[in-house]
């Protein structure tokens, strides 16, 4: 069964590269920058992530349940002097683990490490305007999925543009 799962996550990867072009000549996930929410009852999750500079873009994450943080974690897309791509991830802030960039395609990413515990997998991907994660065990086990809407934060720092009128 394993096999079958090592096979799905090979054809996935080949159905993801866009182009013939190395990993090295894909660009940042642009597509990835701004602020994005979601919520399923009491639970939440949030992301935020930079605008692509310096050959590498940031990001934020928290999840909680309630008004309870329950995790977050720094992340950091970053393309290497060598000229691939990884992702790193500290959750809490701690130790950062490295995840290489697996596949990449103008709208889709997938990082992973299969010496990680767990996640393995860590995977990004656009549907319309919504931003799709997921993060699994390398052979897609395990998958958690989180389905993020755009967040509009009336200008680049989060506070009302300029101008613009907020109720009392």
Do not use: C
Request: aromatic share 8%.
């Amino acid at each position: 069964m394993k096999s079958h799962g090592i096979v799905h996550a090979l054809t996935l990867a080949g159905a993801l590269v866009a182009s013939p072009a190395l990993a090295e000549d894909r660009p940042l996930p642009e597509w990835l920058r701004g602020t994005w929410a979601m919520e399923h009852g009491s639970a939440w999750a949030e992301e935020v992530w930079t605008e692509p500079r310096g050959g590498m873009m940031l990001g934020i994450g928290r999840e909680g349940f309630g008004p309870d943080v329950k995790s977050w974690e720094l992340r950091r897309i970053q393309r290497k002097p060598d000229g691939s791509i990884s992702y790193f991830a500290q959750p809490k802030g701690g130790t950062a683990v490295e995840f290489p960039m697996a596949v990449s395609s103008d709208a889709a990413i997938e990082f992973a490490n299969a010496a990680h515990d767990f996640p393995q997998r860590i995977r990004y991907w656009r549907e319309g305007q919504l931003l799709m994660t997921e993060v699994s065990r390398i052979d897609g086990s395990d998958a958690v999925r989180f389905n993020y809407r755009p967040v509009a934060t009336g200008s680049e720092d989060g506070r009302p543009a300029a101008g613009a009128t907020q109720s009392p």
